[in-house]
């Protein structure tokens, strides 16, 4: 089956620091991918959509100066929380859309990575 | 916007019991997924529902989707705790793009 992996899995940080999270789509090849954003007992929120080769597209109320993300590679896609504050503390997931054959709407997810901003 | 209300938010049952939750919208949607969701773990996908009427069944659990395609029921039938966990439906939208309800967090007590 199709797999995503995160990494960290989880990440603790000092406020004012940046923090890359990396998500890789290990067996195939994903022109789109997406970041979620995930608070205590509440849903996923979609915060972008990451394309392969170009810029990211922000949902409405998402910094993208805060947020940058980078989708370098068909397998590849990076979150920078920069500047974080505690705020920014979440559970942060990704997913991935497989590139051509199969259905257009499967989404696969990674485990997610747990930030805490201290 | 499109928005997906879930209900119940929350729900405790026994061990056999059956429950519904259900997902609402007042825009209609290509296609509807749910997804479980294990503390600390990302969402899996159970089913995708496109047409309307659609039934779907895995195991001891009963998807529907709507007529006019803007709701949708799980049914779980005597439900046991390895069913606890938060389940999500998500309305598949142009671009591929996913919009999440809220979710329902079952526990199944034994």
């Known amino acids: 089956g199709a797999v995503v992996s995160q990494h960290p899995s989880w990440v603790i940080c000092k406020s004012g620091t940046s923090v890359k999270i990396e998500c890789r789509s290990l067996d195939f090849q994903a022109t789109t991918m997406f970041w979620y954003r995930q608070f205590p007992k509440q849903s996923l929120m979609l915060m972008a959509t990451s394309n392969e080769g170009s810029k990211a597209t922000y949902e409405q109320g998402v910094e993208k100066d805060k947020f940058l993300i980078n989708h370098a590679s068909l397998t590849l896609s990076t979150l920078t929380v920069t500047s974080a504050h505690p705020e920014d503390s979440s559970f942060y997931i990704c997913s991935a859309n497989p590139r051509g054959g199969g259905r257009t709407d499967t989404q696969y997810f990674g485990p997610g990575t747990r930030l805490t901003v201290l | ?110």
């Open chain 2, 1 to 110: 916007t499109q928005l997906l209300e879930q209900s119940p938010q929350f729900l405790s049952i026994q061990e056999g019991e059956n429950l519904t939750v259900y997902c609402n919208s007042s825009s209609v949607f290509s296609s509807l997924q749910w997804y479980r969701q294990e503390p600390g773990e990302g969402p899996v996908l159970l089913v995708t529902v496109v047409t309307g009427g659609e039934v779907k069944k895995l195991k001891r659990l009963t998807f529907q989707f709507g007529d006019a395609r803007k709701d949708s029921s799980l049914h779980i039938t005597a439900a046991q705790p390895g069913d606890t966990g938060l389940y999500l439906c998500a309305g598949v939208r142009a671009g591929n793009m996913l919009t999440f309800g809220g979710g329902t967090r079952l526990m199944v007590k034994p």
